[in-house]
């Protein structure tokens, strides 16, 4: 059996529809893709296990057809309650899951009883408190629903945008592994799974650890797909890019040979190995970039919740600069680099860093611009910059819909969510 919140947070038809909505659940104790599991409806965002709570958020300005809907499943007797209904869990989901883009048939089945906030307001800022005395546990929801002045306690990737028109910085922005400052990039919305994964297919093929090798599939329809022949499976020395290449090893079978649907099945029946790797370099980064003078760390507390708030130091702050300035440099490669001396090995190490910043096609293009005959000449021979964009772009689609369709969190669905326990449609000021 299960305990659950599902509620409507924000209805449709208001007169008023917020800019910005984020919803923060949390209890005295703290919730986790491992223990409990969240699904969002209605509206364009995602939803996820923040330091010990559930934090869904808005990226766009609601309309007057959306609305803000969770299901959150929690475990048997987390709360003491004697509302109940006569379903299971999973007869709730199913009916949830009806018109959204969630997969059906992730989650076992098992059933629940009722854990529901009452009506809440969908156009002031708002506290509730639920208290329940079983177990001492206390539960908290806030929902807080932004105008256009507002700002957002939950920090998120922001959207990217290009910054110091004309400005360039022609070196790396960092000399270490990639990995030390992912958290920068990924701030700024210009790195994130697909993106990583890509910039180490493209290193490791620099590296002669594996190749890429081209396939025709298909009877009718046919297409070409990416195979990675392993050539050297000796240890890396950075633990994280080490275990990133173990698992693509161990999908690839006793043949060393991973084929495009074989890493893609793997990624969907793995999903939680890839989640949890993902959050680690996000963790080990932060605390790399503390070490290193470029981050510091403070507490912020929002009513009865504390949240970690982590801002860049002038050094950090540099850092992003340099990064924003290399990516105008990539964007414009071909213009500042018209009268020097080509060198397509110099020219491999940058599209790893294109790799890295999701850059790969531009900077193709700015490449033969200036050598038409660097795709023949290049160790990524052929199509393999684009394939392998390709099929990091594949396995990072699988990988996030798996997850959210288990209810691990990631991007919400704008359909679903039906026999939602409580709300309900209109409100607003007249």
């Known amino acids: 059996d299960s305990q659950m919140v599902f509620w409507r947070f924000v209805n449709p038809d208001t007169n008023i529809p917020p800019e910005r909505v984020t919803v923060t659940i949390g209890s005295s104790n703290e919730f986790s893709e491992e223990n409990e599991k969240i699904w969002g409806f209605g509206f364009a965002g995602d939803v996820r296990f923040q330091d010990g709570k559930v934090v869904a958020t808005s990226s766009r300005p609601l309309s007057r057809n ?249 050094a950090g702050k540099k850092v992003e600069e340099n990064i924003y300035k290399y990516i105008n440099y990539l964007n414009d490669f071909s213009l500042l680099n018209e009268h020097e001396a080509v060198n397509v090995r110099i020219w491999d190490n940058i599209m790893i860093w294109a790799g890295f910043l999701g850059l790969t096609a531009v900077v193709v293009k700015q490449f033969e611009k200036l050598y038409p005959n660097y795709t023949q000449e290049t160790v990524y021979r052929g199509n393999t910059i684009y394939l392998t964009s390709h099929l990091a772009s594949n396995i990072s689609h699988t990988k996030a819909q798996a997850a959210r369709s288990s209810g691990s969190g990631g991007s919400t669905s704008m359909g679903g969510g039906g026999g939602f326990s409580g709300g309900g449609s209109g409100g607003g000021t007249r």
């Open 66 to 314: 959306d609305n803000v809907t969770l299901l959150l499943k929690l475990p048997d007797g987390m709360f003491a309650t004697d509302k109940s209904r006569n379903a299971s869990f999973q007869d709730i989901q199913d009916e949830a899951f009806v018109g959204s883009d969630y997969d059906q048939g992730v989650q076992e089945d098992g059933g629940f009883t009722g854990e529901r906030p009452t009506k809440i307001n969908p156009i002031v800022r708002i506290f509730q408190t639920l208290t329940r005395l079983g177990g001492g546990l206390i539960f908290f929801i806030v929902v807080f629903v932004m105008g256009k002045t507002s700002k957002s306690t939950n920090k998120s990737p922001n959207k990217f945008t290009r910054h110091f028109k004309e400005e360039y910085y022609r070196d790396y922005p960092y000399e270490g592994n990639f990995l030390d400052i992912y958290y920068i990039p990924y701030m700024m919305g210009t790195a994130n799974f697909e993106n990583l994964l890509t910039g180490f297919i493209l290193k490791w093929i620099n590296e002669d650890r594996i190749i890429a090798v081209e396939e025709e599939v298909g009877w009718v329809f046919k297409k070409d797909s990416t195979n990675l022949k392993f050539l050297n499976t000796s240890q890396l020395d950075h633990i994280l890019e080490n275990e990133l290449f173990q698992m693509m090893l161990t999908a690839a079978g006793s043949n060393e040979i991973l084929e495009e649907k074989e890493f893609t099945k793997w990624a969907r029946s793995n999903y939680t190995k890839i989640d949890r790797w993902e959050k680690a370099v996000n963790e080990y980064s932060k605390k790399r970039l503390e070490n290193l003078g470029y981050l510091e760390v403070t507490e912020k507390k929002v009513l009865f919740f504390t949240f970690p708030d982590y801002q860049l130091t002038a």
